[in-house]
């Protein structure tokens, strides 16, 4: 093969050169393209990361939110009766019934067992008083209907609808269904016979969020401010209700004086008035003032009981007398009154009247306080006793019970939170239920996190205690070894393991299969 001239030679480096610049061309388009798709898959990356650290600096704050959310979910979830306590419900209503004179229900059942309508006398003159409808309830709250027949005067009536819709409970009437008045056969005030509906919610079940929720709050350490805000909405915000008074009126509605010239006429028909069937005129001067020296006598009595604050004594002596039906019945004109001097001695006795009525009112309510106290006092015991125990076994069930207690009576000591200065007591005991209930749900906060921590075995060594291990899901601990979630072994015991988490303390127990004999013991 001859050499390749000098004009061949050039030609082939040109084009040896012409191919690597191609390649090389090739190749950097090919980088080129590769790079352009990768900057913009970094640019979607570092946008999605701007998203995450935007989230995550959120985070923190949507999960307090969440939390107080759960917290109150969990209050006004409390705040609800429940099937078990409508038992409870009417033994406090019959209480009440008893405490003033109130005569014996006809009928108080569940709407379900009685049916669509209460069965009371029913009557085509009174229409039924029907309060609007509550919203059916939704989710896993139910609603439930009561209804009861009861004889009652007009004023024990609303001293019944007053004491219901004060109940700690969520209760309400739904309607009010009234039989025409009649006279009392005691020869006290006119009764009707009234048909009863009461209404209330209570909670069925979870929510299919609740789960979730749990585990998204599971390691979230609450903040001592957080806490503090929780607190003090649960006892300002969350627990305000409004109080109603009832003040008995005047003039008893159901005590309807049958006029003249209202009945059927006719053959027959005809009704002969007596004296007690006319309408009285008023007194003449001298009568009148007969009249005032008289209850002057009774004022008089009833001043010196309001005086020595003999308020039980005032009360009783009010409704012996008839002093304020005496006083109300008063028929003053300027003809018999000219000078208007009795109607202003009448006017001083009317709000004279409506201080002691106050002054009685409140005298109940603080006599109501101190029974309380007393109350509280056992309860408090009661809810100490329960916490160590519970402590001391890891019973959920236990503090359960010290919740329960305290959503029962907490309503009843905020009640009365304007006299916590002047009953000893009131309020020391309702900061001591506050503070159990507290260390109560802690507890079950904690016991709840303990489910995920299986003991499967103990090596208890009885002369030497520190050299005991645990056999906890599938680790082999000894005391003061960090397990998962922030416990801590706190001590290993023969028949289980003492876990502290922060401040606290909590058991685990071994889970046997087969029960161990009394009397038979474990040799060590």
Do not use: C
Not at 150 to 157: A, E, M, R, V, W
Not at 172 to 200: C, F, K, M, W, Y
Not at 460 to 484: C, G, R, T, W
């Amino acid at each position: 093969m001859g050499k390749l001239t000098e004009k061949q030679t050039t030609i082939l480096y040109f084009s040896i050169a012409a191919v690597i610049f191609l390649i090389f061309a090739v190749l950097s388009y090919l980088d080129w393209e590769k790079i352009e798709e990768t900057k913009l898959a970094i640019a979607e990356k570092e946008k999605e990361t701007d998203e995450a650290k935007k989230k995550q600096k959120k985070l923190p704050k949507l999960t307090s939110e969440l939390w107080k959310m759960q917290q109150k979910y969990d209050y006004f979830k409390k705040v609800l009766p429940s099937k078990e306590e409508f038992t409870k419900f009417y033994d406090t209503l019959e209480n009440f019934r008893s405490e003033r004179s109130i005569k014996p229900w006809r009928f108080f059942r569940t709407k379900d067992v009685m049916g669509e309508q209460s069965q009371i006398e029913r009557d085509d003159k009174k229409v039924k008083q029907v309060a609007p409808a509550p919203k059916k309830a939704v989710g896993p709250f139910e609603e439930v209907f009561y209804v009861a027949s009861i004889p009652i005067t007009f004023d024990q009536l609303g001293q019944l609808l007053n004491f219901v819709e004060n109940y700690e409970r969520f209760y309400g009437v739904h309607e009010i269904q009234t039989s025409s008045a009649t006279p009392s056969r005691d020869g006290g005030e006119s009764e009707s016979n009234v048909g009863l509906t009461l209404v209330s919610y209570f909670y069925s079940g979870t929510t299919p969020l609740d789960e979730e929720v749990n585990d998204i709050l599971k390691d979230f350490d609450v903040p001592p401010d957080l806490q503090k805000e929780i607190d003090d909405a649960k006892n300002k915000d969350w627990s305000r209700k409004e109080s109603y008074v009832w003040t008995k009126p005047m003039r008893d509605p159901f005590d309807k004086e049958k006029l003249p010239g209202l009945g059927k006429t006719g053959e027959g028909s005809e009704k002969i008035l007596g004296e007690k069937d006319k309408i009285q005129p008023p007194p003449p001067p001298d009568e009148l003032e007969g009249n005032i020296q008289e209850l002057q006598k009774i004022r008089n009595y009833l001043h010196m009981l309001a005086v020595a604050e003999s308020w039980v004594e005032l009360q009783n002596g009010l409704i012996d007398k008839k002093y304020e039906r005496i006083l109300m019945n008063l028929k003053i004109t300027k003809k018999n009154d000219p000078t208007g001097m009795i109607a202003g001695k009448v006017a001083e006795m009317i709000r004279e009247l409506k201080k002691w009525k106050q002054s009685i009112q409140e005298a109940d309510r603080q006599k109501r306080a101190r029974q309380l106290v007393s109350v509280g006092r056992k309860k408090v015991k009661e809810m100490e006793t329960i916490y160590e125990e519970g402590k001391k076994k890891g019973i959920q069930a236990q503090f359960e019970k010290i919740r329960n207690i305290h959503n029962e009576y907490i309503p009843q000591f905020r009640e009365f939170s304007d006299l916590e200065k002047n009953i000893p007591g009131l309020d020391a005991l309702r900061k001591s239920m506050e503070d159990l209930n507290g260390k109560a749900e802690t507890q079950i906060k904690i016991l709840q996190l303990t489910e995920k921590l299986q003991l499967r075995g103990v090596i208890y060594m009885q002369h030497k205690p520190d050299l005991s291990v645990a056999f906890i899901n599938e680790k082999v601990v000894k005391k003061n070894d960090i397990l998962m979630m922030g416990f801590i072994v706190y001590e290993i015991q023969e028949e289980g393991v003492i876990l502290r988490y922060k401040e606290e303390t909590v058991p685990i127990r071994l889970k046997r299969t087969i029960e161990k004999p009394l009397g038979v013991k474990r040799s060590s």
